[in-house]
């Protein structure tokens, strides 16, 4: 049924969509899945996959998401707001639109994709980048010794 469809076939990755949140429907609140989730509507809240599934969220062109989005592999192509943490995968098609640091192990970009936030690979280091007044005390203090 939904793999057939020309228009969503390039978005849907292998395997099968278990649960479908159509173009009509708003969810106020988390929602935790397991399997293939599809979002055509919109959610406000936190997206998460059961940990220990190989899930998958997709996100429409139309869809949109204002939460956190926790999952091994992760298909964006719709207006997100908030961080992604994609254990796996993350594929950004070229409707994208993210405002969020996408947390990734594997980053798949499609041209058009955009992103207002970092890009973080999950298996590099976390170092705290210095704060602004720090740098200017550091130049500062070398501009002071010339």
Known sequence: MFGSDKKH???LPAGSVDTLIGPQVLIRGDVSFSGGLYVEGR???AVVAEEGTESVVTLAEKGSIEG??????VVVNGVLRG??????????AANARIEGNVHYKVVEMAAGAMITGRLIHSD???KQLPKPEAVKELKAGKEAAA
């Open 124 to 126: 590099a280091p976390q």
């Open 43 to 45: 959610i406000i809240g």
């Open 9 to 11: 076939k390039h978005s």
């Open 68 to 73: 956190e989005v926790r999952a091994p592999h």
């Open 83 to 92: 961080d992604i943490y994609a254990s796996n995968r993350i594929q950004l």
